[in-house]
């Protein structure tokens, strides 16, 4: 039932999001509501459902890392104040790298969620629209024990997100 419940999930996020190509192992995904494209690792991790939330999450096989991308409106949400808003939530506890220009921003660091020994990683990027009026993200987080194994990953996600249409 469960393999049947995953398969259907796959099946509905690959007909609502339209799929422009695909490679060994990843999938170009394009956000219907923003414009914004990004490769999916679909051999190491499945799309999850996640409730009142915009764009695609996936969770890898053995649920220690999971990546989100998602766009939203950004009118009257200049990039200092989105900045500050993800780097102040709950669960951040150390901003270890911060770069940005004009219409972008990156912030990676850790956190320790209760009942686990190990830090948690998180490396987020966030591409603004031309005219500024959205934005794209994406954030990958994992164990930090599982940073070799997630290095390279990162870099195809920089090398292929692109920013919100408009």
């Given at each position: 039932?469960?393999?049947?419940?995953?398969?259907?999930t796959v099946a509905t996020l690959l007909s609502?999001?339209?799929?422009?190509?695909?490679?060994?192992?990843?999938?170009?995904?394009?956000?219907?509501?923003?414009?914004?494209?990004?490769?999916?690792?679909?051999?190491?991790?499945?799309?999850?459902?996640?409730?009142?939330?915009?764009?695609?999450?996936?969770?890898?096989?053995?649920?220690?890392?999971?990546?989100?991308?998602h766009g939203g409106p950004a009118q009257d949400?200049?990039?200092?104040?989105?900045?500050?808003?993800?780097?102040?939530?709950?669960?951040?506890r150390t901003i270890t790298y911060r770069a940005?220009?004009?219409?972008?921003?990156?912030?990676?660091?850790?956190?320790?969620?209760?009942?686990?020994?190990?830090?948690?990683?998180?490396?987020?990027?966030?591409?603004?629209?031309?005219?500024?009026?959205?934005?794209?993200?994406?954030?990958?987080?994992?164990?930090?024990?599982?940073?070799?194994?997630?290095?390279?990953?990162?870099?195809?996600?920089?090398?292929?997100?692109?920013?919100?249409?408009?």
């Open positions: 039932m469960r393999l049947w419940c995953q398969a259907l609502a999001q339209p799929v422009l190509a695909q490679t060994e192992g990843w999938q170009t995904y394009r956000d219907p509501d923003f414009g914004f494209s990004a490769m999916l690792p679909t051999e190491q991790f499945a799309p999850i459902a996640v409730p009142e939330t915009q764009g695609v999450t996936l969770r890898s096989a053995d649920g220690e890392a999971q990546i989100n991308f949400m200049g990039r200092d104040m989105l900045e500050e808003r993800l780097s102040s939530g709950d669960q951040i940005g220009g004009d219409s972008w921003f990156v912030l990676s660091g850790y956190y320790k969620p209760e009942g686990i020994d190990e830090p948690v990683i998180f490396y987020t990027k966030v591409l603004f629209s031309l005219t500024h009026d959205s934005f794209s993200a994406f954030e990958i987080s994992f164990p930090q024990s599982d940073k070799p194994r997630y290095e390279d990953m990162v870099e195809i996600f920089e090398d292929n997100f692109t920013r919100p249409a408009g």
